[in-house]
């Protein structure tokens, strides 16, 4: 009797389509110009390491054109004000996605 519930997982993993989550969005998977953007953001300062995976599937759900404009708006914003820049580029994308 203790070897079926092993039997019963491992038959959910192998199932499939079971999983409600989408895989994490990275970096890699916004387009190119996007990508560039985001290098940018990085050499002056206002993206700090990896961006996370649900500011990259915010990015990567807006239009190229409006997902560029919003990281330029991030750009022109002032670095030494903000407590927390991921917070405040997530800001700038909800009203691009509006």
Do not use: W
Request: one cysteine or more; glycine letters at 8%; aromatic letters at 4%.
């Amino acid at each position: 009797p203790g070897s079926r519930p092993p039997q019963q997982h491992q038959q959910d993993n192998t199932a499939g389509g079971h999983h409600r989550r989408h895989p994490p969005i990275s970096e890699k998977d916004l387009p190119m110009m996007v990508g560039y953007a985001v290098q940018n953001l990085k050499a002056t300062g206002h993206i700090e390491g990896e961006l996370d995976p649900a500011l990259c599937r915010s990015i990567k759900a807006l239009p190229e054109h409006q997902a560029l404009q919003a990281l330029e708006k991030f750009s022109s914003c002032d670095v030494s004000i903000m407590r927390n820049k991921a917070a405040y580029l997530s800001g700038i994308l909800r009203k691009y996605e509006r």
